[in-house]
């Protein structure tokens, strides 16, 4: 059964850091291209970040300069390493692993940037 997990959000100063890990099960992780989502209050999901199974990395404009997307393919996990949080970040973080028509998404892991 494919499942994936993150973990590591919370409450965060503006400019501060946080470090979300996406654990993943069922299925083999190293072949596939892996995602980071977001959901704002009142928006819509976006992408944050994307990784290939090879390592290359696109970001959004967004968080480009801030975030960095990593993966250990020995422990099946994702990162998502955010640098001087804005207000703006503010969200749940989803992970996504696509493997050809099917999705799978996590629960969400909130983050919330406030003083």
């Known amino acids: 059964q494919v499942q994936v997990v993150e973990s590591g959000g919370g409450l965060v100063q503006p400019g501060g850091s946080l470090r979300l890990s996406c654990a993943a099960s069922g299925f083999t992780f190293s072949r596939y291209a892996m995602s980071w989502y977001r959901q704002a209050p009142g928006k819509e999901r976006e992408l944050a970040a994307f990784?290939?199974?090879?390592?290359?990395?696109v970001y959004a404009d967004s968080v480009k300069g801030r975030f960095t997307i990593s993966r250990d393919n020995v422990k099946s996990t994702m990162y998502l390493e955010m640098n001087s949080l804005k207000p703006e970040d503010t969200a749940v973080y989803y992970c996504r692993a696509r493997m050809g028509s099917n999705d799978y998404w996590g629960q969400g892991t909130r983050v919330t940037v406030s003083s």
């Open positions: 990784i290939t199974s090879t390592g290359a990395t």
